[in-house]
Structure formats: C-alpha cells, structure tokens
C-alpha cells in the first residue's frame, strides 16, 4: 500500500510560479511510476506529467516547457515545478502512483492522493 499527499497548491497570478508535493508513506515510491493528473470544474481528468521508477519523464503538450516532474526517491516525494502560469492551468492537482508505468498512463494506477487546488488568476 501506498499513500500519498499533495501538497504546494494556492493562489497565483498569471505568469507566476507553483511547486507541487507528493509525499508518499507506507511503501516506498522507488519503484512506482508517478504521474501527476488534473481535473478542472466540469472537465475530465488529464494527465499533465509522469515520471518513471528511472527518472524518464512524459508531458501534456499543454505543459512542456512550462512544467518539470521530478522525484526524491530519498524523501519519497514527487515534485511538479510549474512555471508561468496560465489561467487554463487552474485545476485539482492529483498524484498517481503505480508500479506498471504503461498502466499509469492508460488506465491510470492503482494509489491516488486526495488533490490540492490550483488557482491561477489572469
């Protein structure tokens, strides 16, 4: 078993900057695949990046650039940096977490956090 808690979410301003926590307990992360997905108001739940138990990592075209996943496998944590900020970035931050990283980014895995807000205003 697996638990995970975001943290980091908040208020910002367009074109400002937001570091995202996933703190994991229970087993260790190091050999799960990490994806952070989001979910905006009447939107469905997308995936914005993930990040193998080797440290590859995948992004939303909406994000490149802009955001960068990375992992602690020491701290078991996972972190999302987002930079410039836009309005369409305002969402509910989840954290995934699976062993089978071809499943995390299909049908998405098994360990899930219980989000952190987003909020970008223009």
């Known amino acids: 078993q697996v638990q995970l808690v975001e943290s980091g979410g908040g208020l910002v301003q367009a074109g400002g900057s937001l570091k995202l926590s996933c703190a994991a307990s229970?087993?260790?992360?190091?050999?799960?695949?990490i994806g952070w997905y989001r979910q905006a108001p009447g939107k469905q739940r997308e995936l914005v990046a993930a990040?193998?138990?080797?440290?590859?990592?995948k992004y939303a075209d909406s994000v490149k650039g802009r955001f960068t996943i990375s992992r602690d496998n020491v701290k078991n944590t996972v972190y999302l940096q987002m930079n410039s900020l836009k309005p369409e970035d305002t969402a509910v931050y989840y954290c995934?977490?699976?062993?089978?990283?071809?499943?995390?980014?299909?049908?998405?895995?098994?360990?899930w956090g219980q989000g952190t807000q987003v909020t970008v205003s223009s």
């Open positions: 995934n977490a699976d062993p089978n990283f071809i499943k995390l980014l299909t049908t998405r895995g098994r360990y």
């Open positions: 229970g087993n260790s992360i190091s050999y799960n695949a």
């Open positions: 990040i193998t138990s080797g440290g590859s990592t």
